[in-house]
């Protein structure tokens, strides 16, 4: 940012606070000193790619198979998911017990072979 009509051509680099509908909130040094409502300003945007860079080499390096995000009939297992419990299982909460579409998926997730596609949840 750079104060409009500055003798000392001099520009500040801050970064942006906030982001509102209608306003953006800035940080910088005190050397800038205080902004008096009313003043005009230049200001220039600066992206930094490295966090998209990051996001990227992430997803390059983790999912080199396809099977992980985008599994076929040919990824899974051969008989399909089992439904039925092999093994007992401790449950943190007691009441998933009593919900048997939540408990259908806890069964379904820890029969499931390594390896096999992966099951997303959501939901409280």
Same mark, same amino acid.
Not at 45 to 61: N, V, Y
Not at 70 to 80: K, M, N
Not at 98 to 108: C, D, G, L, T
């Given at each position: 940012?750079?104060?409009?009509?500055?003798?000392?051509? $001099?520009?500040? =680099? @801050?970064?942006?606070?906030?982001?509102?509908?209608? =306003? *953006?909130?800035?940080? !910088?040094?005190?050397? !800038?000193?205080?902004?008096? =409502?009313? /003043?005009?300003?230049?200001?220039?945007? /600066?992206?930094?790619? &490295?966090?998209?860079?990051?996001?990227?080499?992430? #997803?390059?390096?983790? %999912? #080199? =198979?396809? $099977? *992980?995000? !985008?599994?076929?009939?040919?990824?899974?297992?051969?008989? @399909?998911?089992?439904? /039925?419990?092999?093994?007992?299982?401790?449950?943190?909460?007691?009441? &998933?017990?009593?919900?048997?579409?939540?408990?259908?998926? *806890?069964?379904? &997730?820890?029969?499931?072979?390594?390896?096999?596609?992966? !099951? &997303?949840? %959501? @939901?409280?």
């Amino acid at each position: 940012m750079q104060k409009q009509n500055a003798s000392d051509n $001099r520009w500040f =680099e @801050g970064h942006v606070h906030v982001v509102r509908q209608a =306003e *953006v909130g800035l940080c !910088f040094h005190s050397s !800038f000193g205080r902004y008096h =409502e009313g /003043k005009r300003c230049h200001v220039r945007f /600066k992206l930094s790619r &490295i966090p998209l860079q990051r996001q990227h080499q992430a #997803m390059d390096t983790v %999912f #080199m =198979e396809d $099977r *992980v995000l !985008f599994p076929l009939p040919s990824h899974l297992p051969v008989g @399909g998911v089992r439904t /039925k419990r092999d093994v007992p299982l401790r449950l943190y909460n007691a009441l &998933i017990s009593k919900n048997e579409p939540q408990m259908q998926a *806890v069964v379904s &997730i820890a029969t499931l072979p390594p390896g096999s596609a992966p !099951f &997303i949840i %959501f @939901g409280p």
